[in-house]
């Protein structure tokens, strides 16, 4: 790779990471290309990408990035995980690191903060901002229907006994 190619890669993948809010950082060491490949799916269906990188252009991406405290993790077969959603490529990576030992969460960053492991693992089962948003108009929702339920009980409650003193006079 010539040095202008270099700095092709290392400034796409510099703009990438200033518009993500989320870098997982992995060892990838031993996967084929089709497991490669079904990570590489199941990213982009979570609105994620995963990319194996140079650690030396990666490092050079990572400078005047949120994410520059993550450099000294680059070392060895890197590749990055990098969505917008704060939750989703810890999902995916997680995931499929359950399942396949051969991708190892190294560690990552969420915004300022650098994450370990085990703060990756936790990030990856939070809800997602979806599933927050639908919970959030549920409980919004759950107070109206409470009230309507309410509201309506005493006039069936007065319902109920005007029919029972009605079938009270016809039986007499």
Do not use: W
Not at 2 to 29: C, G, M, P, W, Y
Not at 84 to 106: C, Q, S, T, Y
Not at 142 to 147: G, I, L
């Amino acid at each position: 790779m010539n040095r202008d190619t270099k700095e092709q890669v290392a400034s796409a993948l510099h703009e990438v990471l200033d518009t993500a809010n989320l870098v997982i950082v992995t060892h990838f060491s031993g996967m084929t290309v089709a497991e490669s490949t079904d990570l590489r799916r199941q990213m982009k269906e979570a609105g994620a990408s995963f990319r194996v990188t140079k650690n030396s252009l990666a490092k050079r991406a990572l400078e005047g990035t949120q994410f520059g405290s993550l450099s000294e993790m680059f070392s060895g077969p890197v590749a990055i995980a990098v969505s917008e959603d704060p939750v989703a490529a810890a999902r995916v990576a997680v995931g499929f690191a359950k399942k396949n030992e051969k991708l190892v969460i190294i560690g990552g960053a969420l915004g300022d903060d650098v994450l370990d492991p085990v703060g990756v693992k936790a990030l990856a089962e939070l809800p997602s901002l979806d599933e927050l948003r639908a919970k959030l108009v549920g409980l919004v929702q759950a107070p109206a229907t409470k009230v309507a339920g309410i509201l309506q009980a005493p006039a069936g409650q007065l319902a109920r006994v005007c029919g029972a003193y009605g079938t009270k006079e016809d039986a007499a």
